[in-house]
DNA sequence: TATATCGGTATACTTTGGTATAGTGGTTAC
DNA sequence: GTAACCACTATACCAAAGTATACCGATATA
């Protein structure tokens, strides 16, 4: 990192990633749509204590992220189902990473320092 | 992700994660110092629009996670010198993992969809 | 004597993100 | 006929994150 464009080159990619991956519910959503291809309800009921305003929003920003796909039947009423985007499986990768890194981080910090707290999170019921 | 367990071992180790890098000055922090050791009032020039406040606050939990070392030396005036900790190097793999996917993410988006856009982003000087 | 530097902190404010609650229009089950 | 289900949206509110501005005590420079 050695010059200004050198540095964008690093915080902006890394910066677009974070964004994706941003909000409270984005991962329980990936989580639960990893499992298969699920209605809005039946996320909804997947994930405790989301409210359909946010579901939606962030249904919405998968979804123009190209991540998720939201087919609609012409059913009455209408039936909605979103799944992973092929495209969506691309995060994988980058979510693993994150996840040993995560799962390693939590270890250490517990061991060497004085024990963080495990917030109560909301977390994908199946 | 076929239970709540398997789904908190998803979620959890990413948040962790996640939160480690959220903020809006985490990357630009990390970026000026994989440069070097640098001292207080140098990252405030070379991040640009960084107030103090959130400069102090922000390497605080840098420092607290262990990814960032600071020395105070018995000078006068103290002088105060940050620095990746040999443990902020094992976050590398995950950001280049990142990187790479940002990258490619926002080639793709930029050609298949209508142009994102390309907010103005405060980058680090160096 | 006045000004700048060092490494920050204090206070007040604004902006963004998320929550709570209610409601839409049409359909099916009791 | 009334209650529930579906996929949401609208409005109002609240809390967290970030900004702006000023200031600290000690020292060095003009």
Redesign the pocket.
Same mark, same amino acid.
């Given at each position: 990192m050695h010059n200004k464009t050198e540095c964008s080159a690093f915080v902006i990619p890394i910066r677009d990633c974070l964004d994706i991956l941003?909000?409270?519910?984005k991962l329980p959503i990936l989580g639960a749509l990893m499992e298969g291809k699920k209605?809005?309800?039946?996320l *909804?009921r997947s994930i405790p204590?989301?409210?359909?305003?946010?579901?939606?929003?962030?249904?919405?920003e998968l979804e123009i992220n190209q991540l998720v796909k939201?087919t609609?039947y012409d059913t009455?009423?209408?039936?909605? *189902?979103?799944e992973m985007a092929p495209y969506g499986h691309s995060l994988k990768k980058v979510l693993m990473e994150m996840k040993e890194w995560g799962a390693q981080h939590r270890k250490r910090i517990m061991t060497t320092d004085t024990p963080i707290e495990t917030e109560e999170l909301?977390v994908v019921e199946v």
């Open positions: 941003s909000g409270k519910w209605r809005f309800k039946e *909804e204590n989301i409210t359909p305003r946010m579901l939606s929003k962030e249904l919405r939201r609609v009455v009423p209408v039936t909605v *189902e979103y909301d």
